[in-house]
């Protein structure tokens, strides 16, 4: 028997995924303490000075890697946001959003229609949360330097008290939408969800999902890759499926 699978995420996509959900998990631990007066206090002003640190580095490859990965591949950047995440929406696009939360509740009672490469919802979802982890980044920056890049305190860049409060305000609330959001994006891309089971595959896995799966979430896109065959792969019962290489960037 032959099952077919199509790519859906690159090796640098999901490279770039891992290194920005581990760090965002760590970074909004690790901001809890040093946002939460009480949780100061409990742990004491050693520990959370290492924590602001740890936050602090850790934003580190949160901006860095995605950087990188706009360098090595600015067509998928480019596709992102175009295709993606201001895609426009259609008919479908619409019914898929008035009938998620129902959806989440009963999902074998309600019929989604069939989706393009990403379905509504996920792209005001992922549009958020980039738009929210930019602003956080900007942010956080500002606040960094104004008490200097090195635990000394060189390399610091004074901001007026406005700035800085503007900032602040900015960076909770960037945090705040990042970590609701987030929790949503876990709940289904881990495929907690029963009807999203195996999607953590995409992202954390080999990023190939099996046509009947791709056919469900996404059907458009999914008829679109199978009339097309270049990211289909066919395999059968008992052998294994074929790797990526790094140089296939974010590209579909």
């Known amino acids: 028997m032959i099952t077919k699978y199509i790519k859906r995420h690159s090796v640098l996509a999901r490279i770039t995924h ?4 581990i760090s965002c998990i760590l970074l909004a631990i690790s901001g809890l303490f040093v946002l939460i007066t009480a949780w100061n206090n409990g742990v004491g002003s050693e520990f959370t000075i290492a924590m602001r640190w ?25 596709h992102l946001f175009k295709n993606n995440i201001f895609g426009k929406w259609d008919a479908d696009d ?7 939360l129902p959806y989440l509740f009963a ?8 989706q393009r490469e990403v379905k509504s919802l996920q792209r005001v979802a992922d549009g958020t949360l980039l738009f929210a982890g930019v602003f956080a980044a900007i942010s956080g920056m500002i606040l960094w330097l104004n008490t200097g890049l090195l635990p000394g ?8 008290q406005s700035t800085l409060l503007t900032a602040k305000i900015v960076h909770d609330i960037s945090f705040i939408v990042i970590i609701v959001f987030g929790l949503g994006h876990i709940y289904l891309g881990a495929g907690i969800f029963e009807p999203y089971h195996g999607t953590l595959n995409l992202m954390f896995g080999n990023g190939k999902i099996k046509e009947a799966d791709a056919a469900y979430h996404w059907g458009y896109w999914a008829n679109n890759e199978l009339a097309i ?13 074929r790797g990526d290489t790094a140089s296939e960037g974010w590209e579909k």
Do not use: C, Q
Not at 18 to 21: E, F, I, K, S
Not at 107 to 114: A, C, I, L, N, T
Not at 229 to 235: D, H, I, R, Y
């Open 18 to 21: 891992g290194v920005v959900a």
């Open 54 to 78: 740890t936050h602090r580095l850790l934003a580190i490859p949160f901006i860095l890697i995605p950087l990188l990965a706009i360098i090595i591949s600015p067509k998928g950047f480019v």
């Open 94 to 100: 619409r019914a898929f959003a008035m009938r998620f």
């Open 107 to 114: 999902p074998g009672k309600v019929h989604m229609p069939p």
């Open 153 to 160: 305190g060189e390399w610091a860049y004074h901001f007026s």
């Open 229 to 241: 065959g270049k990211n289909v792969v066919e395999v059968k019962d008992g052998e294994k499926k």
